[in-house]
T-cell receptor, first 119, second 116 residues
Framework: GAVVSQHPSRVICKSGTSVKIECRSLDFQATTMFWYRQFPKQSLMLMATSNEGSKATYEQGVEKDKFLINHASLTLSTLTVTSAHPEDSSFYIC???????????????FGPGTRLTVL | AQTVTQSQPEMSVQEAETVTLSCTYDTSENNYYLFWYKQPPSRQMILVIRQEAYKQQNATENRFSVNFQKAAKSFSLKISDSQLGDTAMYFCAFMIGLSNTGKLIFGQGTTLQVKP
């Protein structure tokens, strides 16, 4: 149990276009999901916290108008990179936390990541 | 603010030997969790071990164990009988509090190479 999927696994897009990345909890309900960005051989940088039914909370320095997050249901959060530029090329990882009463409540389960390349 | 520091960017170990990865953290909180995550070349994050700050006993998961020194704010990971599949980047992480909305704060990571 506790499987998180991401789609697509990799995407290449042209500069100026928008790209949507989906994060799904497959076998549990996730009241909270997190979005991270990771550059090669570096650590995970938290971008935002996504709570079902409410606006995402962005970390300092993350442009909320550029990285749109929508957590429309208890199993799905989406990250849309708007007007993507080459500097947005990175590895994006989501994680999901089980809702209350579903076991180990404080563990984050990670998706496999999405590699975004902006040409 | 909480910080997590991993001072060893890269380490290597011979297969079947033991290796220890270091991690220190800084916090004024009393209730928190500490984690070690493994990120193999596939880049899938895998939880290796978890330690609750209120527990004095060091966590153990098969070949993986931690040395948790709360006063020193140190949380090292020992890997015994290293295997080739242990080759990965290892991240130490910290989470405040007991709610399921706690954010993870990651260290810089340590790349571990297990040599045959």
């Amino acid at each position: 149990g506790a499987v998180v999927s991401q789609h697509p696994s990799r995407v290449i897009c042209k500069s100026g276009t928008s790209v949507k990345i989906e994060c799904r909890s497959l076998d549990f309900q996730a009241t909270t999901m997190f979005w991270y960005r990771q550059f090669p051989k570096q650590s995970l940088m938290l971008m935002a916290t996504s709570n079902e039914g409410s606006k995402a909370t962005y970390e300092q320095g993350v442009e909320k108008d550029k990285f749109l997050i929508n957590h429309a249901s208890l199993t799905l959060s989406t990250l849309t990179v708007t007007s993507a530029h080459p500097e947005d090329s990175s590895f994006y990882i989501c994680s999901a936390v089980r809702g209350p009463g579903q076991g180990s409540y404080n563990e984050q389960f990670f998706g496999p990541g999405t590699r975004l390349t902006v040409l | 603010a909480q910080t997590v520091t991993q001072s060893q960017p890269e380490m290597s170990v011979q297969e079947a030997e033991t290796v220890t990865l270091s991690c220190t953290y800084d916090t004024s909180e009393n209730n928190y969790y500490l984690f070690w995550y493994k990120q193999p070349p596939s880049r899938q994050m895998i939880l290796v071990i978890r330690q609750e700050a209120y527990k004095q006993q060091n966590a153990t998961e098969n070949r993986f164990s931690v040395n948790f020194q709360k006063a020193a704010k140190s949380f090292s990971l020992k890997i015994s009988d290293s295997q080739l599949g242990d080759t990965a980047m290892y991240f130490c992480a910290f989470m405040i509090g007991l709610s399921n909305t706690g954010k993870l704060i990651f260290g810089q990571g340590t790349t571990l190479q297990v040599k045959p």
